[in-house]
């Protein structure tokens, strides 16, 4: 019986996920992966040790670069669990950032911020403009 109320799925000019004749990985698998990366537990080079595949591939599939018709957890760029303090080179602590834009908003000079808190400018810049702690803006 045929389900008029459905859409079809759309074909594929070819196979992909699991379906592909060099397949090393299935669906469930990516699944897991991505779990177990967005987790924190679980780094890509390990993930690429347990699963059989390149550092690289586990990089494709964490950011979604592949296996795009999978669900789970997908992660560009860095991890939230080294985003801000934890961090390895972090000079700053969410405490001084959140003091930094307060500063700024009160007319502080980011030349005169980066002196105080010493960091470049084009940090203080980066954080004023969301693109550097913008977890906590």
């Given at each position: 019986?045929?389900?008029?109320?459905?859409?079809?799925?759309?074909?594929?000019?070819?196979?992909?996920?699991?379906?592909?004749?060099?397949?090393?990985?299935?669906?469930?698998?990516v699944?897991?992966?991505?779990?177990w990366?967005?987790?924190?537990?679980?780094?890509?080079?390990?993930?690429?040790?347990?699963?059989?595949?390149?550092?690289?591939?586990?990089?494709?599939?964490?950011?979604?670069?592949?296996?795009?018709?999978?669900?789970?957890?997908?992660?560009?760029?860095?991890?939230?669990?080294?985003?801000?303090?934890k961090?390895?080179?972090?000079?700053?602590?969410?405490?001084?950032?959140?003091?930094?834009?307060?500063?700024?908003?009160?007319?502080?000079?980011?030349?005169?911020l980066?002196?105080?808190?010493?960091?470049?400018?084009?940090?203080?810049?980066?954080?004023?403009?969301?693109?550097?702690?913008?977890?906590?803006?």
């Amino acid at each position: 019986m045929i389900d008029r109320d459905r859409e079809p799925e759309p074909k594929r000019a070819y196979n992909c996920g699991s379906d592909h004749k060099l397949a090393v990985l299935t669906e469930d698998d990516v699944l897991v992966i991505r779990k177990w990366y967005a987790s924190g537990e679980w780094t890509h080079g390990g993930l690429a040790k347990e699963f059989g595949v390149s550092k690289a591939t586990i990089g494709q599939i964490t950011r979604g670069d592949t296996w795009k018709h999978v669900g789970g957890t997908v992660i560009k760029g860095h991890r939230p669990t080294n985003w801000g303090e934890k961090h390895q080179f972090a000079k700053l602590k969410e405490a001084d950032v959140l003091q930094i834009f307060s500063a700024s908003v009160a007319g502080h000079d980011p030349a005169v911020l980066a002196d105080f808190w010493g960091v470049s400018i084009s940090t203080i810049r980066n954080i004023l403009a969301g693109r550097a702690w913008k977890h906590l803006l």
